[in-house]
Each structure stands twice: as structure tokens, then as C-alpha cells.
């Protein structure tokens, strides 16, 4: 697709944007941190593979072939994202009485899910961390003569040992150095393990024999031993949460410069990965987000509450990924209402088979969604071109279809194969079914096409008593909710 403006992304090594020039003519290598599967995913954690998706979509609208990697982390992430604590896995299993494995895979499932629910699609990989223990050895081993060295609780990686420790962090500050594991005989403080020790006289669910004894591997060794197994070095972009971006991926960077005998950080291919891209975090003010809080928001709250998944996913599109997202239940009403209009003026098109996309109305249009994504993903301003497609009048129906079609597949927001109907999910503590609704409100609209005035205001009042709000004069047409 020549004729489409040049992508730029803000890389977050460099703190700027720049061009995007693939490592491999007409290629797109992608690696996307996931889950540690310890509990279910809290929507923000989701708002991470939303964004990876959407990068994703625009590499394949742009002709490139994408192969993107997701890492599911069973094993080796720590309490806290600065080594320290107990194991996350090991913890949760505890608490559960349950085994390690069970854990995983219930946990990896419930990702799965929700992956699915907000129609991201499957990458080409999903690298398990427990999979690709003994290829995380054989790595640990290639660099520990020059980079590691080893204290009673296992093997350490020296950061002083790399040119640039810390640059995508901008500076290892004293806060920083705060929030990583303090171990006596560590060289430097922001020192970080790559394989941790089994204690003596003591058996972990999950272990293995390396050099430096039983033991399990580091977070961080993880996701540079599996982007690099599957994509090789240096490969395109690395995306994750920002909360990413102060420990994690510089020791991961750190483990990658010394894994590929690199220099400084002043060539990004370096660290990697050319380009870093990390989403900013989901806002929630209740604080309900917190997984220690019980009844935190994991997505199947949104669904149990009335709010089809899709109306999330619209909301991460409303802001751009690098900004934060103020997570609101109004918010996400209205979200969930715009994709409801959207879907009512695609149900017009979808009797039409798509044509060419070429129609002078269209144009500026399509010109608008191009230029918005080729500058870092602007989704919001796309979405207002797509919303202008689907307004646009006296414009051939097939032409029209086949650039809603285009915009959608980059939007994921499954305009022609959902309906207004799929859209409406019934609450979980609801006491009435969407049939008794249905029926109620035409027995309404006949009472009021009577002039029966009484007999609709009751039965108004009927629907209300029972959780539902019917909007009368709405412009979508009728509608009603469950409070």
C-alpha cells in the first residue's frame, strides 16, 4: 500500500517519534508482555492487549506481514516488579490449596477469555514461560562469565556490566532503586536475578537443575529468552504497560545487550527491540481496580453488570493509547451507546456486497483515518473518520460498505458481524428476562399508539420496579437498560 502516509511511532527508548522502518522488508516482528496467570486480569491490564491488537491490525492494513508474540508468565514473577517477595504463582497456589499447575492453566484460560470477549486477535505465538525453562538456562549460561555472578540465593545480574543501564526508565533514581529487592552481597543496588535459588532443605512446585543449582528462573530472563527464540534479535517493537517501563524492560534490555554482545543504547536495534511502545495506565477513582479489593474490575464485572465487552473496547479507542483513560461507568455507557449507533448504520450496508472503496465523498474520509493512524495510532480521530463514512449520504452503497469494512478490520470492532441485539446483555442480578421487556414494550407502544396514556405510564412504571429504564425519545429508536 504505497500511496498510504509514512507510519511513525513514539518509541519510549528515545522518547520520540520516528519512522517506521521493519528489520525485515515487509515484515512486522512484534512481542507483547502478558499476563503472570497467578488471578484474573483487571481491565486495565486488558487495556495493554487492546492497544498490542490495534498495532497489530494497523501492520496488516499496511501490508506487512505480522508475526506477533504473547507471553503467558507461570513461573518466576515475584510479589512485587522489583524482584522481591514471594513468587506470585506459588502464593496463589497457597491460598488456594491447589497446585501450581491448576493455577496456571485455570488462570490462563480466564486470560484466553477474555481475549476473546474483546475480540483481539490470536497472535501467531503464545510462548509459555515453562516451556522454554532449559533454553533460559543455556542463555543464563552464555552470559554469566562476562555479566552475572553468583550469592547464596542465586545468580545475579550485574547492570554495571552494560553501557546505558536504565535509559528507558530515563535514570535508575533513588525511588527507583527503592522498589528492588535489597540482598546482601548485591554489587549494585538495581543488581536483579536471573535464576533464583531453591533455599536449602526446601522443594518448590515449580523447580529445575541448573548450574547454580534447583531453581527457578527470573521475570526478566523470561521475555528476553522467548522474543528472541521466536522473533530473533533485533526484531521490530516490544509493547507492554508503562508500568513496564521502569524495571522490567530494562533489565530485559540489559539481558539483550548482553546476550548479543551489543553496545550502547544509542542504537535502539541494541536493546532488542527498534522500537519500545508502552500504553498508558486505565484511571479507575472507586478503588475497585485493585485485585486486593475483592470484587475488582476484571471484565466478566463489566459483563455480569450489563456491559457488552465491545463497549470496553470502544472506550480504550476513545483515548490514545499513550494517554491515560479515565474508567467511569458513565463513561463506559456512553462508550457502549456510540457502538450501538455505529452498528445501527452498518446494519444498513449489510445486505450489500462491498465493491471499490473509490468515491470522491469518501476520500477525505479515508485520507483522515490514514493520516490519524500512520501518527502513532491516533484511534480517536480515526474513529470520527469511520463515524463520517457511516453518515455519508448519496454515496454508492458498495463503496461505502467496502470502506467500512477496511476501517473495521483495523478498529476490531466486529461492525457487520454484531448486532444492536448481541449488544444488550442481560445484568446477572437481574430479575427480568430481555422476552418480558420485549414484550412490555410493545404492549406499550400499542397503548400508546392508542392514546392509552394510563396504561402506558403503568406499565412504564412496571419495567421501572423491575431495574429497567426506558428512554423514551432516544434516537437509537426505543432503547432501555437495566439499572
Known sequence: MTDLPELTLFNSLTRQMAPFQPVHEGEARVYTCGPTVYNYPHIGNMRAYVFADILGRTLSHRGLKLTHVINITDVGHLTDDGDDGEDKMEKMAAQKAQSIWDIAQHYTQAYWNDIKALNIRQPAHWSIATDYVEQMIDFAKEIAPRHCYELESGLYFDVSTVADYGRLARAVTEEGEGRIEAVEGKRNAADFAIWRKTPAGEKRQMEWDSPWGPGAPGWHLECSVMSGKLLGFPFDIHTGGIDHREIHHPNEIAQNQAFCCAGGLDVPGNSGAKVWMHNNFLVERSGKMSKSSGEFLRLQLLIDKGYHPLGYRMMCLQAHYRSELEFSWDGLAAALTRLKRMIMAAERLKDVDAGEPAH????????????????????????????????????????????????????????????????????????????????????????????????????????????????????????WKLG
Open 360 to 479: 470522491p465523498k469518501l476520500a477525505p474520509m479515508i485520507a483522515t483515518f490514514e493520516k490519524a493512524l500512520a501518527e502513532d495510532l491516533n484511534t480517536p480521530i480515526a474513529l470520527t473518520a469511520l463515524e463520517d463514512v457511516l453518515a455519508a449520504k448519496k454515496v454508492d452503497p458498495a463503496a461505502k460498505r467496502a470502506v467500512v469494512e477496511m476501517m473495521d478490520a483495523v478498529f476490531g470492532l466486529g461492525l457487520f458481524e454484531t448486532s444492536r441485539a448481541d449488544l444488550r446483555l442481560r445484568p446477572l442480578r437481574a430479575e427480568i428476562c430481555v422476552e418480558e421487556i420485549e414484550e412490555t414494550l410493545v404492549r406499550r407502544k400499542e397503548a400508546r399508539a392508542n392514546k392509552d396514556f394510563a396504561t402506558s405510564d403503568a406499565l412504564r412504571d412496571e419495567l421501572a420496579g423491575k431495574g429497567v429504564e426506558v428512554m423514551d425519545g432516544d434516537p437509537l429508536g426505543w432503547e
